[in-house]
């Protein structure tokens, strides 16, 4: 086996370690997501129910505060996409 040969292979062996760390990266950052898409939802129903229950306006500020929770998620998603 010539130098050549040993030098591709290691080109191999680092091209295969970067694809396996990128995608642990990308892994590693799907919980961030979800906690951000959780807690979007969880602040938007939270005030939505608060919100009701103080004005007596059940349960119109609870859907209006929850879908501001998945646009506030939507939102979310996307920047953290553009940051990637």
Avoid at 32 to 47: D, E, P, R, S, Y
């Amino acid at each position: 086996m010539g130098v050549g040969a040993v030098s591709r292979d290691n080109r191999d062996n680092d091209e295969k370690r970067e694809r396996r760390n990128e995608f642990a990266r990308a892994y590693a950052l799907l919980p961030q997501i979800a906690i951000g898409i959780i807690v979007c939802l969880g602040v938007g129903i939270f005030l939505g129910v608060f919100l009701d229950r103080l004005l007596g306006t059940s349960p119109w500020l609870l859907l209006v505060f929850t879908l501001l929770g998945v646009v506030a998620a939507f939102k979310s998603i996307f920047e953290f996409a553009k940051k990637m």
